[in-house]
């Protein structure tokens, strides 16, 4: 009898304990779930194990993140939202407006937030001036990749025109070489877009075009242009061109069967891992044009009631823009930190090249979101454009025709 | 208490199921066609906004595609399932001797998910890959099969691969509703030296009638929720050429968080399966009640 009297005291004794010293929860909701993106995940998992948290992990892979956006829908529907999702672009300010995010603005300004990110990528991670979501990196979209060995054979230099690519491109189909590796997802389709429509459209046109959803912008004649370098680049890509997966088209670049891609800068990842060294086996640039489209990942805080819940997620915000996970996630992930104050020597000459155009971007105004990865747009604006592009991209559609198409499309999608 | 027990025990042991299918089918169906008249987004919203999604629907290129596509492919699909498998049900009707074992063949591909047949044959019609490769390899370098890339096209494909799949099935049926004619009749017609494609035109085949319509009715809604096929083959490519309605809906409600027109797409697509199953129900109800 006494045991057990015994036995209950030190059982109440242990929940009194562990009520007071609340032990910083976080479920962690994410879609990183292939080799190099679990593994940076780890990173985060044990500094946050290191701090004294408890980490419950829910990975959900699956269809780009929808499967992980089905997930979070079902459990917020049901009251029970996890405390952290990574989440990026305008989803995080949807979530915003469903009323369901919490305000992390303390950890922000304590750990001075507002004076290491860039002002358009802190912008993300604010939700009516008050910040609701931590960024964990920055990839680049518009990047040229290139086979360095085939473009010295045919004498070509990296195209900094669209014009010289075309150049570029008419040369290497005479000798026999795939000019561009492409793969036929509508994903890739629309990361094609972006990327000529930067070039040809400039920033200005760019920010206008796919941010503002300005309707003359869309129906100018810079659009039809960017349309018709669309059309040409559709001449450029191997007849077996659909469906591809992105880093088969990669593979193209590396085993020199294609010259360029253009992709984001997880295709680093791939040449790396297959031991290429960048500047002497390949090469990387950003597109003909100015400007830097950027598609950050982040992590959005969803309200949860609990105190170790709450310091859970206030840890895990701290951490996440902490300068040691940005460096140690990026080295893994191939994109670059956020903050701009972490030292690069670890990072190679593409990040490199990355982060000083993010900065020199960021001070002129040209450091804009990607849409094709929906950092510019809702998901059904998106979607309304890309439909347009990847229907031009795959059939004999003028590019006249594809223009009115794409200011309806965007006025229906509202 | 057992007389009680004995009228009420059918009632109670259908009502679990009776309240599961209400609830769960027709629950969900009166919800979905009250989303489709929100203006939901990421989350379903309950405010009605009148017929906003059905207009944004019917005026996106998109949806015309897939609506077209479910009629090419619907239609193709279950015309040439259905005679295809009718003529290797003949074939195989001819008191044939390994009939047991070209019967297991032909079934088998009914075996496998559509998935894997996607998959196969996205291997199969790749030109760089499957037949156009390897028939250029015999030496027809002018040898050019691509519907898999060709938007013109592509839904082609899709028919192929998905006969390849059914028509096997619909073998097994007609087989065994050849086998249910009485063959005193046939017997009789061959007494009377009446020529055996006559006994199939004019006695077998029209005494099958109901064996028709059930083939029709699993081909048909086989059809319509057509998805995990296209996935497989095409991801709903060239473009969004092979799109189906299925694909839209899943597109719009899990990838773009725009829920008020998946509803609205799905409503449609529902309307699609009545106008095919009722005809059919009334006809079965009116029949049983004469």
């Known amino acids: ?136 990196n920055v990839h680049r979209v518009d990047w040229i990749w290139a086979n360095a060995e085939v473009l010295k054979a045919n004498g070509i230099d990296m195209p900094t025109t669209w014009d010289e690519f075309n150049a570029a491109a008419a040369k290497l189909s005479a000798a026999g070489i795939i000019p561009l590796a492409h793969g036929g997802q509508s994903w890739q389709d629309a990361t094609v877009f972006e990327a000529v429509a930067l070039g040809i459209l400039g920033p200005d046109g760019f920010r206008k075009a796919f941010v503002d959803l300005d309707k003359e912008t869309l129906t100018s004649d810079g659009m039809v242009k960017v349309f018709d370098q669309m059309r040409l680049m559709r001449g450029y890509v191997d007849p077996n061109f659909s469906g591809r997966d992105w880093n088969l088209a990669t593979a193209m670049v590396m085993n020199g069967e ?105 001070s002129n105004g040209s450091l804009l979101p990607s849409y094709a990865h929906g950092m510019a747009l809702r998901g059904a604006q998106a979607g309304a454009i890309t439909d347009v592009v990847t229907a031009h991209f795959n059939s004999d559609m003028s590019s006249e025709d594809a223009v009115q198409q794409l200011a309806t499309a965007v006025a229906n999608s509202m | 208490m057992t007389k009680w027990l004995e009228d009420n025990m059918p009632k109670m042991v259908l009502a679990p199921s009776f309240i599961a299918i209400l609830i769960f089918v027709y629950g969900f169906i009166a919800w979905t066609a009250w989303v489709s008249l929100t203006r939901s987004r990421l989350l379903p919203k309950y405010e009605i906004e009148g017929f906003i999604q059905y207009e944004r629907l019917f005026a996106s290129p998109r949806w015309d595609t897939a609506f077209g596509n479910l009629f090419i492919f619907g239609i193709l699909f279950i015309v040439i399932a259905m005679i295809l498998g009718l003529v290797l049900a003949i074939l195989l009707d001819q008191n044939i001797r390994t009939e047991g074992a070209l019967r297991t063949i032909y079934l088998y591909p009914m075996a496998l998910s559509m998935i894997v047949t996607g998959t196969a044959w996205k291997w199969i019609l790749n030109p760089g890959l499957g037949l156009e490769a390897t028939v250029r390899g015999w030496g027809f370098e002018d040898f050019t099969f691509d519907w898999l890339i060709n938007p013109d096209m592509a839904i082609y494909a899709i028919v192929i691969a998905a006969i390849w799949q059914s028509s096997g099935f619909v073998m097994a049926l007609f087989l065994a509703g050849l086998r249910s004619v009485d063959g005193e009749i046939i017997k009789a017609a061959q007494v009377d ?66 829920i008020g027109q998946a509803a609205s797409s799905a409503m449609v697509m529902m309307m699609v399966v009545f106008t095919i199953v009722v005809p059919y129900l009334y006809s079965e109800l009116r029949s049983k009640d004469g």
């Open chain 1, 1 to 136: 009898m006494k045991s057990y009297i015994t036995g209950a005291v030190s059982g109440i004794a242990l929940l009194v304990a562990g009520a007071v010293q609340a032990e910083p929860q976080v479920e962690v909701l994410h879609y990183w779930t292939s080799g190099g993106e679990a593994k940076s995940v780890a990173v985060l998992q044990k500094e946050f194990a290191d701090n004294g948290g408890t980490w419950t992990d829910m990975p959900v892979a699956g269809g780009g993140g929808d499967a992980a956006m089905t997930a979070l829908r079902a459990r917020v529907l049901s009251g029970n939202a996890p405390t952290a999702v990574q989440l990026k672009g305008p989803a995080i300010q949807e979530w915003y407006d469903e009323g369901v995010l919490a305000d992390i603005s303390a950890v922000a300004e304590a750990n001075g937030w507002a004076d290491v990110l860039p002002e358009s990528i802190a912008n993300h991670m604010k939700c009516e001036g008050t910040w609701c979501a931590a960024p964990v």
């Open chain 1, 258 to 362: 294609a010259a360029f891609q253009i992709m984001g800068d997880w295709a680093k990842g791939e040449f790396i891992a297959a031991g290429k060294v960048p500047g002497e086996d390949f090469l990387c640039m950003s597109t003909p044009g100015e400007g830097f489209l950027y598609n950050v990942d982040s992590f959005a805080m969803f309200a949860v009631d609990g105190d170790d819940k709450k310091q859970g997620q206030d840890l895990l915000a701290k951490l996440v823009v902490g300068k040691n996970f940005q460096e140690v996630f990026n080295l893994n992930k191939g994109s670059i930190p956020a903050r701009t104050d972490v030292a690069l020597d670890k990072f190679d000459s593409c990040a490199t090249l990355s982060s000083d155009d993010m900065a020199a971007s960021s």
């Open chain 2, 193 to 258: 030296g009446i020529p055996t494609w006559r006994v199939y035109t004019a006695i077998i085949i029209p005494s099958m009638a109901p064996i028709f319509l059930s083939a029709f009715i699993v081909l048909s809604h086989l059809a319509i929720k057509s998805f995990d096929l296209v996935i497989a083959l095409t991801g709903g490519g060239p473009g969004y050429a092979t799109d189906l309605p299925a694909t839209y809906m899943y597109a719009m409600a899990f990838s773009r968080g725009d």
